[in-house]
């Protein structure tokens, strides 16, 4: 939530009886005294991150100490202890895989016992445990970090390249995350942001950023899908562009479809190819990683071309002897295998538009960014789908960080752009005694910012307290959404039962992130809110299914003045249907399990 009602975040762990470890970030976030003269737009990736800054009114992206355009997303504890972010980071994933953080992107602000994340635990090399208020953390040796600590660490690697290059202090920034994250997962990033020392002058959503470099420069007046499918996460968004104003109008995507994805399906292969010709695998986590090292290389140079040979010596052991795996894999070979996690991005372009009553002629211009879009299969599906090419024009992995950059740009002149945004994903509340049924307050698809008002009654003479619980999804029940947080009432007016009535106003801004708002409406009073994510997801969820502290009247009305619709467009959208559930585990699963002993 955008208040500061939150928990402060949890802070390093270090194993008692460990030697202390140095992580160089604050325990709570420490706002920089001065505003620096620069800003500069981040995009924070699941595999890396980019960063640039307009500099005499041209967008350009900052290069690494080493001359790279991006800075690997990964966070490391090495074997003297010292936590190493970046490339040095990398430098150590394929010898130490337990103790190298890659893709927090997709954990980051999820609750440890969602079932999307319990359903992807084996798919990581490293220990994911859980925070003291129920979100995910890792675990590296002795040294337990949240995610969004992990997150701090390369936001501040990202700025202190940034400095290094502009050679002068950068504490203001625009960083962009998936159009489908959820509010907390936007809300871990912001504090993140924070805990790296950052202004973050707005949350912006990846495919609007794109959008934003798309447009530089030029005069367009489009639809455009921007279809952005990165190393993690997948989303479709489609925009409409005139001159300055840049409206989303239908979003949809997947937090857990990326390039890691097509690499696992690759790492199954490899090891039935093994198999094949030696027998069981008995691989431990150094041949995991280095099979997954060699089917990303194998992935990016079917880009290019035909086939492509592996060799990987000593990988593992049969009947004692260390053993090579030796396979060559075709382009061919390499389409079958994730055939089927293309089409899943297809299926989602087609109800994004669907959710707006369009169909794929309807669109002018399709953008390709992320790494993963440069692959020929997904080039040709799109062709397909869309009966065009889609466009060349934006640079697949700097689009998104020049777009926020010229963002950052633009929220220091007077003549900014115009963003409108919608909501991802739809907000309700939980129903007591409704057998977990959830009452939708904002609906998904609906333009940013929005204001919605819920209103209750007591159920008990002189109730002082009301537990409102909130949650993120498409479905009915609470099953089905994601648990975002209670919020608290107190200091309600004394009054007979069902006398009492309280209105609460749910308010998602610019940036998607909630607030809420509490009204008596006998004498118009605020009532005092507080915010909580204590109890974990499934605690809450019995709750909300047995509980009745306040009565279920479920009205949602548009109050007076609401802030929402600033402008002719689209309002709310019927239900979409939910989202497919996370990846099947393509045979992996089990293998990581034998090997973390999960
Ligand atoms: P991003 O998060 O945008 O940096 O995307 C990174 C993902 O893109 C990783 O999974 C990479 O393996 C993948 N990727 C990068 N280059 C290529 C390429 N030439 N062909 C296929 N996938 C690629």
């Known amino acids: 939530m955008a208040d500061d009602a939150h928990p402060p975040p949890t802070p390093p762990r270090v194993e008692p009886g460990a030697p202390a470890i140095e992580i160089g970030l604050p325990d709570r976030p420490v706002p920089p005294s001065r505003r620096s003269r620069i ?17 005499n009114g041209r967008p350009r992206v900052i290069p690494s100490r080493d001359g790279y355009n991006t800075i690997p997303s990964m966070v490391a504890l090495n074997q003297r202890q010292r936590v190493v972010v970046g490339r040095n980071a990398k430098g150590q994933l394929l010898f130490s895989p337990a103790r190298t953080v890659h893709g927090a992107k997709r954990l980051v602000g999820r609750a440890f016992d969602s079932a999307v994340v319990q359903s ?27 995610m969004e600590q992990v997150q701090a660490l390369v936001l501040q690697e990202v700025k202190g390249v940034a400095e290094n290059f502009l050679g002068e202090e950068v504490n203001r920034a625009v960083i962009t995350v998936p159009a489908y994250y959820s509010e907390r997962q936007r809300e871990a990033v912001r504090r993140a942001g924070a805990l790296a020392g950052l202004h973050v002058e707005r949350i912006l959503n990846e495919p609007t950023a794109a959008a934003l ?8 007046r489009e639809r455009v899908l921007v279809y952005d499918l990165g190393g993690g996460t997948f989303d479709a968004s489609v925009l409409e562009l005139a ?12 937090t857990f479809l990326g390039g890691v994805d097509f690499d696992q399906r690759i790492v199954a292969h490899l090891v039935s190819e093994f198999e094949r010709q030696h027998g069981p695998f ?20 079917l880009s290019e071309q035909e086939r492509f040979p592996i060799h990987l010596p000593y990988l593992a052991s049969v009947d004692g002897s260390p053993t090579a795996l030796d396979v060559t894999l075709t382009r061919t070979e390499l389409e079958a295998l994730v055939a089927p996690l293309v089409e899943r991005t297809v299926r989602t372009c087609a109800r994004v538009l669907q959710d707006k009553g369009l169909g794929p002629g309807d669109v002018d211009e399709v953008i390709l960014v992320g790494g993963q879009s440069r692959m020929p299969l997904v080039q040709e599906r799109i062709r397909a789908f869309f009966g065009k090419a889609p466009s060349k024009a934006v640079h697949p992995d700097e689009a998104v960080a020049v777009g926020a950059a010229l963002l950052a740009q633009s929220l220091d002149s007077a003549e900014g752009v115009v963003l409108i945004d919608v909501v991802p994903i739809s907000i309700g509340v939980g129903l007591p005694g409704g057998g977990g049924r959830v009452k939708r307050v904002i609906e998904r698809n609906s333009p940013l910012p929005v204001r919605k008002e819920y209103q209750l009654a007591t159920t008990k003479d002189d109730q002082k307290t009301f537990d409102l619980w909130i949650f993120e999804g498409e479905g009915a029940t609470v099953a089905e959404c994601q648990y975002l947080g209670t919020v608290q009432l107190t200091g309600l007016p004394r009054g007979a039962k069902g006398s009492v009535r309280i209105a609460v106003a ?9 607030t809420v708002r509490a009204r008596e409406l006998g004498a ?19 709750r909300v299914e047995k509980e009745a502290s306040y009565a279920a009247a479920g009205i949602v009305v548009p109050p007076p003045g609401a802030v929402g619709t600033p402008h002719p467009g689209p309002v709310a959208h019927p239900a979409p249907a939910a989202e497919p559930p996370p990846p099947a585990s393509g045979g992996l699963k089990g293998l990581w399990s034998r090997i973390t002993g999960r």
């Open 39 to 55: 800003s500069i737009g981040i995009d924070l990736g699941t595999s890396n991150s980019c960063a640039a800054v307009v500099q």
């Open 120 to 146: 992807m635990l084996s798919h990581f090399p490293y220990e994911v445990v859980s925070t003291e208020d129920g979100f995910c953390a890792v675990r590296l040796g002795p040294l337990t970090l949240s």
């Open 213 to 220: 470099a798309y447009a530089w420069g030029r005069n367009v």
């Open 243 to 254: 001159d300055r104003v840049y409206q989303v109008v239908s979003t949809g995507g997947d």
């Open 282 to 301: 008995q691989g431990d986590a150094v041949a995991f990683s280095r099979l997954t090292d060699a089917a990303e290389r194998a992935k990016c140079a």
């Open 506 to 514: 749910f308010e998602l801004g610019e940036e998607c992130l909630l």
């Open 524 to 542: 118009g009073r605020e009532v005092e809110v507080t915010f909580t994510t204590k109890g974990t997801p499934a605690e809450v969820k019995k």
